[in-house]
Every structure is written in C-alpha cells, then in structure tokens.
Nanobody, 129 residues
C-alpha cells in the first residue's frame, strides 16, 4: 500500500513563494518508476491539474495557469516530490493534492486525473491579496 503525505502549505501574501513536499511510503513501492503529479481544488470548483513529472524525471508538464511560476521536481532517493510555487496569486488559493501515476514507466507525462490512482490528503494553500 502506498501512502502519500503532503506538507508545506500555509497562508501567504500575493507575490510570495511556497514549496510543497509530497513524501511517498510503502514497503514495496518503487517510487522511481512512477510519474508523480500535483492537482488543486478550490472551493466550489473541480480538481485542476497543476504539474507532473515523468517517472524518469526528464519531462514535466504544467497547467496553463501556473506555467512560468511553478516548478515540479522529484528526489527519488527521498521518495519525495516537490512543487515550488513562486509569484503566488490569490487565485492559487486551493487545497493541493499529490498523486501517483497508476501505470509504471508510462511513456509520457500524465496530466489527467484518471491517470493517477493514489492521492494524498491535501495541504491548504491560501494566498491573500
């Protein structure tokens, strides 16, 4: 069983930065063979794709609203995925969820909710204006 635990959320002012972390655990989980992603969900809105990194670490994808401001990365030795968020805006306010790809060694970087089968509990990010 894989467990994903997010951390790093908080209340910040517009223009600030935050770094979210997602640590995966599980006795037989080969973290390095799975793409990882970040999604977010604001109150009253659908869950939205934010960023993902391919299992190999050589490809990333970003949602249009965060391109140029957010950066996803991974440290396989620590089984951790990071989301560096810069130039935060009030519209970035949401619960941020980490997710693991359902397919091992997928040939492309997944971006759809259905591509992921394991989710963390979420961490709240609030950006004040």
């Amino acid at each position: 069983q894989v467990l994903l635990v997010e951390s790093g959320g908080g209340l910040v002012q517009a223009g600030s930065s935050l770094r979210l972390s997602c640590t995966a655990s599980g006795s037989t989980f080969p973290f390095s063979q799975f793409a990882m992603g970040w999604f977010r969900q604001a109150p009253g809105k659908e869950r939205e794709f934010v960023a993902a990194t391919k299992w190999s670490g050589d490809s990333t994808q970003y949602g249009d609203s965060v391109k140029g401001r957010f950066t996803i990365s991974r440290d396989d030795a620590k089984t951790t995925t990071y989301l560096q968020m810069n130039s935060l805006k009030p519209e970035d306010t949401a619960v941020y969820y980490c997710a693991k790809d359902r397919q091992r060694r997928r040939s492309y970087t997944p971006t759809r909710i259905g591509d992921f089968n394991t989710w963390g509990q979420g961490t709240q990010v609030t950006v004040s204006s």
